[in-house]
């Protein structure tokens, strides 16, 4: 095949552009091998013709096919040059947002600009284990591959991150950190990733600053090692830094600014301990405000310097060193206003003020001397073999003097920051191996390039040649690999432009020498290099219009570098007095920093700093010679060395536009980038071989069209060769590898075109023949409907013949019964007329007559209430006179019998009368008497007055009334005639109006039947408004029910979405109740047993004392002793021996009561708290048929549950710390006692035997009498409190005990009569009751038997798996029935640690965890079952009734053994995850069950996929792999008796796993997300369906798990063009966030050419229809969700004495009761 066919019309090109750098064209016309000139029709439209160069002839580039577009490889394009290069990066960034590129071994990284949802935990765990070449270009994949070859190979890896400032280089160093942090975290408690992350802050605050290009650049490289040991965790790292810009902490260009740190304490100068620094605003100060750009948007300095206060702390930098380091950042912006003065007008001579206050505050924060200072920073010191001066320096020497010292002062700092975060950082193991990142700075270019520019320009020429020489060499090895004849490649090699830099006499050589002249100048140095390398080298070039610059021809581009200010900056000067000022400082921190021969034990900052004092004739030190140049080239060809001795990865970081707007692409900038970087370079390397591979699997399945049947044969190998032969006819296109096939460029493009056409060719065939089975088809349709349509017309004519005599006749008729009605219906009309006229005149008539009898009635009426009305005011009237004059009589008479009263009052005989034996009380009150006359005299003459002058006005009111009274009646008299009159007329007047109105009625009438009929007519049309109303109405109310249900629905889901959070809360707080309890019950039995124990060891020591005592009393007694005295002493050693009988009975008494105590609240705290939470709350017990308020009441009772068990815990820590309180006081009580007894003891010792003899047994019998008295005491209170429980527990028993009183009644009655004193008997014995005895001895043994060597796939379980829960609930049983509560817990602790001991040891057996899940389930149903709760009760059997507990209360057991079966439940989750792991991705996404769909998908691979296939394992998981798994896990499931509500939460998780593994993939994975593979995974979830289908599991929630999954390929496999479309997608993807569709239809991938890639419009329209719904940055599902488990208690329907123990379990020794 040769060039010129590919030159055909329609086939794309790619032509140069002065403003897109490469613009797409298409041939209009065939090129042939003669013509010079292409015509050519741009993507605009317009027609131009493009000139071939005839010395060059080279034809424009090639275009790749539009199904390879957007590849994730750049190597995988079939035709590789710069625009495929700089095309392919664009529609990713821009079209598809994918900011990562592969391009062989090199990650391209693209800065958004903008904060992207992909770098969580989610997406870290989802690309930690994965091949590189099987997830989406990602930095996560870059870190996860040199984490595998480095456990692989166990070989060093390296990752060097490059770019331009501000491409994002800092960041993704970070993230490939916090990647091995979380994927190879330490194991230990150290926590070193911490640090190593903690590290990174730090590093910012002091190393990065705002420049023009970026806000957060990195003013240093540095290269970190992160070390690991043999487990491949993190156990340390140790950083090195190169060339920090000390020149940015005394001067910023413009827009730019200074470290952060300056920043950041000046933000906080007044919080904390910082207003010490005395730091004011950034704008006070010379070393910040010269950039005029202090503030970064949306960048918190307050909030930084907490972050970065926290990491030092992090790394264990103490407060302290804190506050100096502070100490010392701010001094130097203090050192940095210090003003400099002078007293000449020269300035010749400059002083520093000693009052200024930056130099106060200077010399105050570092602990110098103020004097010293001022002087030193103003002079120097010039030492000669003989003498010594002092010169004064100028204004400009003493700025930059000050200068230098503010730049040595931080660079010494950050050297010594840097060797603290080493020092945090080391381990004291031995490392195994390490994974080096390296963020060094990229290729740079100013206006104005200096010395900085060059140390970076030459350390990115030597990575460059190291990266050649890489790819060369991976190249090699993988044409070597495949077997193919090797030529060697011609490729790029800077060694040339190297040499002229750092060779003998290079650049750095002679910059070097010129250091060490004493009149050094940078114009003698230009002319040198100008000399040496001008003619010698073609890297060296001389500038036209300057002499004092010269111009290096780097790789990348060619740079002019301006020699101004090299020496200064080689030799990094600064005086030496002002040093020695620094290190006598009182900081420790700073002498520490200045200290002699620290310098060199720096580890990370390569500087060098000449203590300089211009000692003319004193000879150079070593030291002095290392300049700047001198380490840093040093320290650059150590970084290489560790380079090549690791296994690099390359990741380049692109600035696709210097604005920092978010995803916008500027080509221009991208490909100097893609120059500068060596990614052309790569192409260019991989061009030259074969840079398309394939497979001859993959080659086979994608152009099988191509082949003829006479070329496929059973190897498949020797199938691509004779195909191979056929269309391609030049073999040096092309090679047979072992495994692949390699072709050269272009070949790809044409086997693509080729099977394009024949694909074409093929549709066209298709289509042909389904066009003419179509017509076919058609026509014979049409006959037969013809043939039908005749047969119809037939029968419908002669049908219209009968119709119409039918109708004929039937006319006749309907015109003989039309004229009768017409005539019938005239007649009945004038009938009707008549009668109306007749009843209208009657009625008219009539209703005269009648009015004018109701006139005659009304006016009788109204006289007849008039005269009544006249004869009543008359009656009025008299009455009210005669009152009157009543009245007056009766007042005239009482005012007589008043005067009469009076003067009878008035005598003296009248007061004799009545007051006999008041004779001296009259003389008394003689005089009151006297007085009281003369007032009452003048009282009744004013009163006589008074009535006079009242008569009068009275009778003159009197005539007054009369007169008005008269008047009045006249005039309402004649008012009522008026009335009358005026009536009458209004009567008359009506009467008219009546006559008028009745004939207004009448037309009215007329009008209104008119109107009436125009109203029927409205009625009828409103009434067909209503029905179509009505029916729209429905169809609202519909719409709008199905919306509330809909909401409800949403609602109900969420309210038990919160309910399932709230029970998982809960579970985690019973977690933590039950531990807290745990320990409250272990130390209060600990001191119990402590208190125990001190009382049985101070009653044993009392006793050997007594006998002591006893017998050195025998001993000592002699023969002289008396009789009575031996009398006495055997009558106190008898009341000691009954005494102590005595307590011994008491106190087994009272043990008895207590237990009978506990006994009885047992059973009362039972039978109060029968109410569950469910009856309390009215919740259905069918959890599947509760409603929405149903779910918000179990919500709440959840809540309430878990207040009650705060509630409840914190009573239980508050009554545990009493109980610890009242133990302590009581043994400190105890010792007390035990003290003075012995102080008794001492004393008696001193006595004379007998009376040591007597004083010790009064003092024992007195203490035996008081302990008798006390327990006497306590037993009447146990037996009044015995009593009250005893009448309680009889009332409570007399219940359930009834029925078998009553049949123990009834058998016991013969007997009763004959032996009244004889025991009862039982009705019926048992042999066994379903209990068994294990003593404590054989605890052990039973829990080795039954639980640690106990194998479930064993015989003697298949009938009843859960069997151990019966035993051990058996065991429980039986101490419970013998009262033995510590020998119960004893037990239960033995059991639960046995089952957790055997489930560390087999963690990851899931048929072991089931087992023991089951187990322990069955246990927890068996303590609830048997529990006497009122549910319980009621759904066991009468027989199970007989074995329920009666004395403890195992509700923490129950609590705690729940607790168990959560962490088993999801120990089973962990396992069967481990198991399906490795088989969801292959199984879901990779596995191909429907291969005619699958056939002919194969796509081009690059590089990446080929390393990932290679190092991947052979194992190829199926779909039918992960259903037969979960066959399996439901197998033992079954098998092991679990219950089928737990399977389904079971298998409800592992389809969350399911789906959230493959949803994770698909959105991280571009080769998956096309229409052929979202048939595929539905056809795979579709079978995963009807597995649950089949296991009766569709109720599980599994169905509703895998909803995202379902309606992730429903999208895939949806049209993707219209507007509609994109209103399905929007409706039906209700279950997916917008991110997670935006992504798919980002990432969705045609097979072929038949199918369109989806529109950025399209996209947009989606993201606007979505913009209501709830925003949500999470893109993937997370995969360590686990949902709450809920275990339902079920009673067991096993009776305990039917359970038969098989003899294989060897339980002997448990005796059954």
């Known amino acids: 095949m040769s060039v010129v066919e590919l030159y055909t019309k329609s086939t794309k090109v790619w032509i140069p552009d002065a403003q897109e750098v490469w613009k797409s064209a298409e041939l209009t016309k065939d090129f042939k091998e ?99 070449g099987d997830m989406d270009p990602h930095i996560f994949a870059v870190a996860e591959e040199a984490y595998k070859q480095l456990a692989r190979e166990e070989k060093n890896q390296s990752i060097i991150i490059s770019g331009e400032s501000g491409a994002g280089k800092t960041l993704s160093a970070k993230y490939i950190m916090r990647y091995f942090a979380t994927v190879g975290g330490s194991t230990d408690e150290t926590n070193v990733e911490d640090k190593v992350l903690a590290s990174n802050p730090i590093m910012e605050a002091i190393g990065n600053a705002k420049t023009t290009r970026n806000d957060n650049s990195s003013r240093f490289g540095k290269y970190i090692e992160i070390h690991f040991d043999h487990r491949y965790h993190i156990m340390g790292a140790n950083m090195r830094t190169y060339l920090l810009e000390k020149s940015r902490v005394v001067f910023q260009a413009a827009q730019e600014r200074n470290y952060h740190i300056f920043y950041q304490l000046c933000a906080s100068a007044q919080m904390g301990e910082f207003p010490q620094l005395d730091l004011g605003s950034v704008e006070d100060y010379l070393y910040l405000n010269q950039g005029d750009n202090i503030y970064i948007y949306e960048r918190d300095d307050v909030a930084d310097l907490k972050r970065t206060q926290n990491a030092f702390s992090t790394l264990g930098i103490c407060e302290s060193y804190q506050v100096e380091i502070f100490q010392i950042i701010a001094s130097i912006l203090h050192l940095g206003n210090i003003n400099f003065q002078s007293n000449d007008r020269d300035g010749e001579n400059s002083f520093v003020n000693l009052k200024d206050k930056n130099l106060d505050q200077f010399c105050k924060l570092l602990g110098l001397e103020k004097k010293q200072l001022a002087h030193w920073l103003c002079h120097r010191k010039l030492v000669t073999l003989n003498e010594t001066y002092i010169k004064s320096m100028t204004l400009k020497q003493a700025t930059c003097s000050r200068d230098a010292l503010a730049k040595h002062t931080y660079g010494q700092l950050f050297s010594w920051i840097v060797n603290q975060v080493n020092k945090a950082l080391r381990s004291s193991s031995k490392q195994h191996a390490f994974i080096g990142v390296l963020d060094i700075y990229g290729f740079e270019t100013f206006e104005n390039n200096s010395f900085e520019q060059f140390c970076i320009n030459f350390a990115n020429e030597k990575l460059q040649q190291q990266f050649n020489w890489h790819v060369f060499k991976l190249e090699q090895e993988e044409y070597l690999a495949e077997g193919l004849p090797w030529t060697l490649i011609d490729y790029y090699d800077n060694q040339a432009c190297i040499d002229v830099i750092e060779a003998k006499l290079g650049v750095l050589d002679l910059l070097d020498e010129e250091c060490k002249i004493l009149n050094g100048t940078d114009e003698k140095w230009v002319r040198k290099l100008y000399d040496r390398h001008l003619h010698a080298s073609h890297h060296f070039q001389k500038p036209r219009m300057s002499n004092s610059a010269f111009i290096i021809l780097h790789f990348a581009a060619d740079v002019l570098y301006q020699c101004e200010g090299f020496l200064e900056k080689n030799r990094d000067t600064v005086y030496e007095e002002p040093i020695n000022i620094l290190k006598a400082s009182k900081s420790e921190l700073i002498s520490e920093l200045f200290h002699d021969g620290d310098t060199s034990a720096r580890g990370g900052q390569i500087s060098n700093v000449t203590l300089k004092s211009l000692k003319k004739a004193l000879p150079v030190t070593s030291e002095h010679r290392k300049t700047v140049g001198y380490q840093f080239r040093a320290s650059l060809n150590l970084l290489m060395e560790t380079l090549n001795s690791t296994s690099p990865h390359y990741v380049r970081c692109l600035k696709p536009n210097d604005t920092k707007e978010p995803f916008l692409f500027n080509p221009k900038r991208m490909v100097q980038q893609l120059r500068a970087c060596g990614v052309i370079e790569t192409i260019r390397l991989s061009a030259a071989g074969y840079p398309s591979r394939w497979t001859y699997v993959d080659f086979f399945s994608r152009y099988r069209v191509l082949m003829r049947e006479e070329n496929i044969c059973a190897d498949e190998k020797q199938t691509c060769k004779n195909m191979l032969e056929n269309l391609i006819k030049d073999e040096n296109k092309y090679q047979f590898g072992k495994t692949k096939i390699f072709f050269s460029a272009g070949q790809v493009a044409y086997l693509e075109k080729l099977r394009a056409s024949r694909l074409r060719a093929a549709c066209i065939m298709v289509q042909k023949i389904v066009r003419g089975w179509i017509q076919r088809k058609k026509y014979q349709q049409i006959c037969r409907a013809i043939i039908v349509i005749q047969k119809y017309t037939r029968r419908f004519l002669a049908k219209q013949l009968v119709d119409h005599l039918r109708l004929t006749k039937a006319a006749i008729i309907i015109q003989r019964q039309y004229r009768m009605l017409v005539v019938r219906r005239l007649y009945v009309h004038i009938r009707t007329a008549v009668i109306t006229i007749q009843a209208y005149a009657r009625g008219m008539i009539t209703r005269r007559t009648y009015h004018k009898m109701v006139r005659d009635q009304k006016a009788t009426v109204l006289q007849k209430y008039v005269r009544g009305w006249l004869s009543f005011l008359k009656y009025q009237r008299i009455r009210h006179a005669v009152i009157y004059l009543q009245c007056c009589f009766r007042r005239m008479m009482a005012y007589r019998q008043l005067k009469r009263l009076k003067v009878e009052a008035r005598s003296v005989e009248h007061y004799k009368k009545l007051n006999k034996g008041m004779e001296n009380k009259i003389l008394q009150l003689q005089y009151k008497v006297n007085d009281q ?53 209004e009567l008359e007047t009506a009467h008219k109006n009546r006559r008028d109105a009745e004939v207004q009625a009448s037309q009215e009438l007329t009008e209104l039947k008119q109107r009436f009929a125009i109203l029927e007519k409205e009625k009828i049309e409103l009434s067909d408004e209503k029905e179509a109303f009505n029916k729209y109405i429905q169809e609202q109310s519909r719409i709008i029910e199905d919306q509330i249900s809909l909401k409800v629905a949403l609602k109900s889901q969420q309210l038990h979405a919160e309910f399932e959070e709230e029970r998982f809360h809960y579970q985690n707080l019973v977690k933590e109740f039950s531990r807290l309890e745990q320990r409250y019950e272990n130390l209060k039995d600990e001191l119990n047993f402590m208190k125990d124990q001190e009382l049985e060891h101070e009653n044993h020591k009392l006793k050997n004392e007594l006998d002591q005592l006893r017998k050195d009393h025998a001993d000592n007694s002699t023969a002289h002793d008396s009789k009575k005295q031996k009398e006495a002493d055997s009558s106190l050693l008898n009341q000691l021996k009954t005494a102590t009988e005595e307590i011994e009975i008491l106190k087994e008494e009272q043990i008895w009561l207590k237990s009978q105590l506990l006994r009885a609240e047992k059973e009362i705290d039972t039978m109060k708290n029968q109410a569950t939470m469910a009856d309390a709350f009215g919740l259905p017990k069918d959890g599947h048929k509760m409603s929405e308020e149903d779910l918000r009441c179990a919500y709440d009772a959840v809540r309430v549950a878990n207040r009650l068990l705060m509630d409840q815990l914190d009573e239980q820590q508050a009554r545990h710390l009493k109980e610890i309180t009242t133990f302590q006081d009581e043994v400190r009580d105890l010792q007390e006692k035990l003290n003075e007894q012995q102080r008794y003891f001492a004393q008696a010792l001193q006595l004379p035997p007998q009376e040591q003899m007597e004083v010790c047994l009064q003092q024992e019998i007195a203490r035996l009498k008081n302990e008798n008295l006390d327990l006497i005491e306590q037993l009447e209170k146990q037996d009044k409190t015995v009593n009250k429980l005893k009448k309680q527990l009889k009332s409570v028993k007399e219940s359930n005990y009834e029925l078998e009183a009553g049949v123990l009644q009834h058998a016991a009655e013969p007997k009763v009569t004959e032996l009244p004193n004889a025991p009862t008997i039982p009705l019926k014995h048992k042999d066994f009751q379903g209990m068994l005895e294990c003593r404590k001895e054989d605890e052990a043994l039973l829990i080795r038997n039954l639980i640690t060597d106990l194998k479930p796939q064993s015989d003697t379980l298949s009938a009843l798996p859960t069997l151990p829960a019966f035993i051990v609930f058996m065991c429980i049983r039986h101490a419970d029935y013998t009262h033995d509560e510590q020998r119960a817990h004893s037990l239960f602790t033995a059991v639960l640690n046995g089952i957790k001991k055997v489930l560390k040891k087999r963690s990851s057996d899931f048929e072991m965890v089931a087992f023991w899940l089951s187990n322990t389930y069955r246990l927890l149903v068996c303590l609830r079952q048997y529990s006497g709760d009122e549910n319980s009760v009621e759904m066991n059997t009468p027989e199970q009734r007989k074995h329920i507990l009666r004395n403890f209360d195992l509700s923490q057991h129950c609590l705690i053994l729940s607790d168990l079966a959560v962490q088993l439940y999801h120990q089973l989750i962990k396992a069967a995850e481990a198991k399906l792991q490795e088989m969801i991705v292959p199984g879901m996404l990779e596995n191909d069950t429907i291969q005619c769909v699958s056939m002919v998908t194969a796509k081009p691979t690059g590089y990446r996929k080929k390393a990932g296939s290679l190092s991947g394992e052979n194992t190829k998981y199926t779909l039918n792999s992960i259903i037969h798994q979960l066959s399996l896990f439901h197998n033992i499931l079954s098998k092991y008796g679990l219950h089928p509500e737990i399977v389904k939460q079971v298998y409800r998780q592992i389809y969350y796993i399911i789906t959230a593994v493959t949803l994770n993939n698909l959105l991280l994975r571009k080769d998956v997300c096309s229409f052929s593979n979202g048939v595929q995974i539905r056809n795979n979830v579709t079978n995963l369906i009807e597995w649950l289908r089949g296991k009766n599991l569709l109720q599980s929630g599994a169905l509703e798990i895998l909803e995202p999954l379902i309606q992730a390929t429903q999208l895939l496999q949806l049209n993707k063009t219209t507007d509609e479309d994109a209103e399905t997608i929007c409706s039906m993807c209700t279950a997916l966030s917008k991110a997670q569709i935006v992504k798919i239809l980002t990432l969705y991938t045609p097979m072929n050419e038949f199918e369109e890639r989806v529109t950025i419009a399209f996209i947009k329209n989606i993201q606007d229809r979505l913009a209501g719904r709830s925003p949500s940055r999470r893109l993937l599902m997370e995969l360590k969700h686990v949902f709450a488990v809920n275990f339902p208690i079920i009673p067991s329907p096993v009776n305990l004495d039917k359970i038969k123990i098989p003899k294989n379990l060897k339980l002997n020794f448990l005796n059954r009761f």
């Open 933 to 985: 006359s003369k007032n009452n005299k003048m009282l009744l003459e004013k009163m006589a007055a008074l009535t006079a002058s009242h008569r009068h006005e009275v009778e003159k009111l009197r005539n007054e009334i009369e007169h008005l009274r008269c008047r009045t009646e006249e005039t309402k008299i004649l008012n009522l005639q008026q009335q009358v009159i005026k009536l009458e007329e």
């Open 34 to 132: 003669d013509d010079h000139i292409l015509y050519l029709k741009l993507q605009d439209g317009t027609n131009i013709e493009y000139r071939i160069n005839r010395k060059t002839e080279e034809l424009p580039y090639l275009r790749n096919p539009d199904i390879l577009m957007g590849e994730n490889d750049l190597t995988s394009l079939s035709y590789l040059h710069e625009p495929a290069v700089l095309h392919n990066l664009k529609v990713r960034f821009l079209e598809f947002n994918n900011i990562y590129t592969y391009c062989g071994i090199v990650l391209v990284a693209v800065n958004p600009y903008e904060q992207l949802p992909l770098y969580g935990d989610d997406v870290i765990y989802a690309y930690s284990g994965q091949n590189v």
